[in-house]
């Protein structure tokens, strides 16, 4: 038996002891500190106006209900927590199990006959990964990894956000490391990619096309937008390899686009009155349904935005027959993971069928003190490094 399920369980039979119901799910954690015991539970404020007695007050007939359990070396009731400690012989035994159950140990079948993906990583392929892409790589990597053993057919999957301007300013900036290395000294365009990762692309480019490519033009967009982006996906490929982090699928958006899925988004939030037009965009009527903003669905210029690219991801996802879908992103995109819940939800889309796992970011710490890491402007640390 699990040490959290022979806490509950005892507490169960505590709280009948006293004429009490247990609350149908008690919460057991464990201590940030080890002085507070083993493992912990905060049922007793969940218990309070039934219990018709303070928390504390409770937690001490609990914990002297409890003392004699054999389990417990020692229950304390510390400001309405019950601490427990448990006995060695208590986790001697959870050992004896591991060892009789070997590989089988944890394993459980929560999942079994649901189809899951776990979408992670998804960096935009501008650069290499960097030792920030690593924290969700692992992450990602170790969540797939738990709900494989839990019984769940897991899908681990990458989005390639490949369309838009900011792939545009990654050619150009390619294309600037060519010409530099044909002694022409053109500058990275503004907004542009700094980082040296492109310098040896462009010399190998400069080798491959001699001066045929002078000026920047649309041929010279083309040419270079097929140039860049599949070294892109290399290298990431190369530091994903480094850290043994694999993928399943590997999605790009322009695959999104041409599905015709975003045209078919806009058609049903149409139909459901959810969008209106403003400035020659289009907008999402979120705040009628109690967000803080209405955010651009379509530009002005009829181009989509990177929120309505994604609604129509998600809605590809849920096509694709996962029951449910975990995206491990940062927690600087919490206000977007609302604007998507709340279009697939008018999509009609199950209201579970979406979670997300958020990480805090990784910072450098140099002689003028701490730094966000940029691929935009070269500052970071390769993941494979």
């Given at each position: 038996m699990r040490l959290e399920a022979l806490v509950q369980e005892a507490v169960r039979g505590a709280l009948d002891r006293l004429g009490l119901s247990p609350p149908e799910e008690i919460p057991v954690d464990r201590p940030s500190r080890a002085d507070y015991g083993d493992l912990s539970t905060r049922v007793c404020f969940l218990l309070g106006k039934e219990a018709r007695r303070p928390p504390q007050t409770l937690a001490q007939e609990l914990a002297q209900t409890l003392s004699p359990h054999p389990a417990f070396r020692e229950v304390q009731a510390v400001q309405g927590f019950l601490n427990f400690f448990l006995r060695p012989e208590t986790l001697h035994g959870v050992l004896r199990e591991i060892l009789a159950q070997g590989l089988a140990y944890g394993k459980g079948t929560e999942g079994q006959g649901r189809r899951l993906q776990?979408?992670?990583?998804?960096?935009?392929?501008?650069?290499?990964?960097?030792?920030?892409?690593?924290?969700?790589?692992?992450?990602?990597?170790?969540?797939?990894?738990?709900?494989?053993?839990?019984?769940?057919?897991?899908?681990?999957?990458?989005?390639?956000?490949?369309?838009?301007?900011?792939?545009?300013?990654?050619?150009?900036?390619?294309?600037?490391?060519?010409?530099?290395?044909?002694?022409?000294?053109?500058?990275?365009?503004?907004?542009?990619?700094?980082?040296?990762?492109?310098?040896?692309?462009?010399?190998?480019?400069?080798?491959?096309?001699?001066?045929?490519?002078?000026?920047?033009?649309?041929?010279?967009?083309?040419?270079?937008?097929?140039?860049?982006?599949?070294?892109?996906?290399?290298?990431?490929?190369?530091?994903?390899?480094?850290?043994?982090?694999?993928?399943?699928?590997?999605?790009?958006?322009?695959?999104?686009?041409?599905?015709?899925?975003?045209?078919?988004?806009?058609?049903?939030?149409?139909?459901?009155?959810?969008?209106?037009?403003?400035?020659?965009?289009?907008?999402?009527?979120?705040k009628a349904h109690g967000l803080s903003r209405d955010p651009v669905l379509i530009r002005s210029d009829g181009t989509p935005t990177y929120l309505m690219v994604d609604i129509a991801y998600h809605l590809d996802k849920f096509r694709r027959g996962f029951d449910w879908v975990v995206d491990v992103q940062g927690v600087d995109h919490v206000e977007e993971q609302q604007q998507v819940k709340l279009a697939l939800r008018l999509l009609g889309l199950p209201e579970n069928f979406l979670s997300y796992c958020l990480h805090q970011f990784v910072t450098l710490k140099g002689a003028e003190g701490i730094e966000k890491m940029s691929t935009r402007a070269g500052r970071f640390l390769r993941l494979k490094d």
């Open positions: 776990v979408e992670f990583v998804s960096s935009n392929p501008t650069g290499p990964l960097t030792i920030g892409h690593g924290r969700q790589a692992a992450l990602g990597d170790v969540l797939a990894n738990l709900f494989s053993e839990l019984g769940f057919e897991v899908t681990r999957e990458y989005y390639l956000n490949d369309e838009g301007r900011q792939i545009e300013l990654l050619a150009q900036s390619l294309w600037a490391r060519y010409r530099q290395a044909l002694s022409d000294p053109q500058p990275i365009p503004e907004g542009g990619y700094h980082g040296d990762y492109l310098i040896p692309i462009g010399k190998e480019l400069a080798q491959k096309f001699g001066n045929a490519y002078p000026q920047w033009n649309a041929e010279a967009k083309a040419v270079f937008r097929a140039e860049v982006v599949p070294r892109m996906l290399r290298l990431i490929e190369e530091d994903l390899e480094a850290i043994g982090v694999r993928f399943d699928v590997w999605t790009r958006e322009g695959e999104i686009i041409r599905k015709g899925l975003v045209n078919e988004v806009l058609r049903i939030l149409r139909e459901k009155g959810a969008v209106y037009e403003k400035d020659g965009a289009i907008w999402l009527s979120s």
